[in-house]
């Protein structure tokens, strides 16, 4: 799977989720800062996130953009 199905997957899933303009979601996008994100928030994403890539994420690795997210999972989805 490249970055940009990833990203275009990732995407996805945190307009749905938190419905936020898809503009607004690039890979430099903070989820707190940016988005305004509060730990439940966080959670729900990573967890459809966990269930659309049949992956599982630590949630002690410190991701706080888009783009280090999609580099995890990326690095996860490859790995299997």
């Known amino acids: 799977m490249t970055k940009q199905e990833v990203f275009d997957k990732v995407k996805a899933i945190v307009v749905d989720q938190l419905e936020v303009d898809a503009s607004k979601i ?3 996008t903070n989820f707190k800062e940016d988005l305004d994100l509060d730990s439940l928030d ?3 994403v990573v967890d459809k996130i966990e269930d659309g890539f049949d992956i599982e994420i630590e949630t002690d690795e410190g991701i706080e953009t888009v783009g280090q ?3 995890y999972v990326e690095k996860q989805v490859n790995a299997k």
């Open 26 to 28: 690039e890979a430099t």
């Open 42 to 44: 966080i959670f729900e």
């Open 69 to 71: 997210l999609v580099d």
